[in-house]
């Protein structure tokens, strides 16, 4: 089994509540220097290749519940390839938690958390890659999991997980805040 962790530096004008309306809205559009683009591929223009919603969760959207597909290349390196399909089985203030199965086991388990901080969100990601079932735990950890995931593409990844949640303050602050205006004007119209 591999377990990949990072403490991320402080999001700068990023709040939870933030965090979690970017993750229910992942599939929107959004305008950003003067074009409009897929939200995420905004997120990291150089790794993210497609993202699908495959299931919507009982709130109508991407929260938790649904199912999507996401298809990245870490490092803009077809090495690094994935293309997944994951269940959220968390997305909220405090996080969002994306699991995958396979014939009912836990192969891949990604966790991120926020921490409200006075001047922003502690951001916090935790992936597991692998199985701690016995026996076919085993058996998919040292024969599976490494032409899946290999060591490579896990350092690829850190270094991906880091680029895109630096890539919030970027845009997220002023997209939430634009948001909530129009939000605000929408149910203030007769």
């Keep these: ?10 999001l700068l004008g990023v709040t ?21 683009y897929a939200r995420y591929l905004v997120w990291h223009p150089i790794d993210h290749i497609h993202w699908q919603l495959l299931v919507t969760g009982p709130d109508g959207c991407t929260g938790q519940g649904a199912t999507f597909r996401i298809v990245e290349a870490f490092g803009g390196q077809l090495d690094h390839y994935i293309d997944s399909i994951e269940f959220v ?5 405090q996080g969002l938690t994306l699991v995958k199965r396979v014939m009912g086991l836990e192969v891949f388990r990604l966790e991120h958390r926020f921490i409200p901080m006075s001047d922003g969100t502690r951001y916090a ?15 998919i950890n040292y024969l599976i999991r490494p032409a899946v995931f290999s060591d490579a593409t896990a350092r ?31 149910t203030q119209s007769p």
């Design 1 to 10: 089994m591999l377990e990949l962790t990072i403490q991320h530096d402080i």
């Design 16 to 36: 939870p509540a933030m965090l979690a309306w970017w993750f229910h809205h992942l599939g929107e559009t959004m305008s950003f220097r003067g074009d409009t």
């Design 89 to 93: 089985e968390k997305c909220d203030d």
């Design 125 to 139: 990601s935790r992936m597991v890659v692998g199985s701690c079932t016995p026996i076919l735990g085993w058996l």
């Design 156 to 186: 690829a990844w850190l270094l991906h997980n880091i680029e895109e949640v630096g890539n919030f303050e970027i845009f997220l602050p002023e997209l939430f805040a634009a948001s909530m205006v129009d939000q605000q004007n929408t």
